[in-house]
């Protein structure tokens, strides 16, 4: 299966008015893939449907060859989320919530090594609520990763890292793509998005404004970097608004 996920005329309303709108997407086995848009432009919306923990008031989602509405148990196994918070027990280590996820799972990557990649190895017996937000963050990839999915999602990937540490992030995570991994992440970061996506999606107030590579998302604007194009991509109207 070439297309892992699939998103036909996706629509999420919340009070009569679309946070999404007849969105279409496909993203390819093996590849990174950016949703992008401004606070509120309706990628968690989105991710939601997707995942099949809101239901879509119009279209359709398949990923993995699944509905994720019904199939949403099969398609945990092969699924992993990244959190941007996630609830825990207040005096639970960085090694008992590792325990703790993979008996959630069938399969298992081993979580220490994946400490070690991420760098936080030496944070094993510390409380997570003591680990700094940067650290907290490439936990919350790990968990991510344990379950060994063959997609992963991550939201605001590396909000609140420090340049190294994100750095050492994209590297692992492109080192993760190269061994067959599905990337679908959400990001604020121009630069992280030119160094990790194959493709992106550039949302705006629920509608997608540009689907391609981000070259082809320069190329297509009047500018010659992608930080300028996607603020001309969301902030047109505005724009021509004051016009
Ligand atoms: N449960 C809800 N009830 C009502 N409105 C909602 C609900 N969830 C989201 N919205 C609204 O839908 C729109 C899209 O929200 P969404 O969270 O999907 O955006 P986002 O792109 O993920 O934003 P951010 O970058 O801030 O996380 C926003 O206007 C938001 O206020």
Known sequence: MKEIIKVNRLTKCYAGRPAVNKLELTVERGTIFGLLGANGAGKSTTIECILG?????????????????????SLFERVGVQFQESSYQEKITVRELCEVTESLYRETE????????????????????????????RLFIVLALIGKPDVVFLDELTT????????????????????????FLTSHFMDEVEALCDKICILKKGNAVFKGTVSDAVKDSPFDNLEDAYLWYTEEEEKNENI
């Open 160 to 183: 609140g890292l420090d340049a190294k540490a994100r750095r050492e992030v994209w590297k692992m995570l492109s080192a993760l793509k190269e061994k067959g991994l599905t990337i």
């Open 53 to 73: 923990t809101k239901k879509a008031d119009e279209g359709k989602v398949t990923i993995l060859g699944m509905n994720p509405y019904t199939d949403r148990k």
């Open 110 to 137: 081993d979580s220490f090594e994946l400490l070690k990649k991420f760098k936080i190895d030496d944070k094993k017996k510390s409380l997570v609520k003591d680990l700094s937000g940067g650290e907290r963050q």
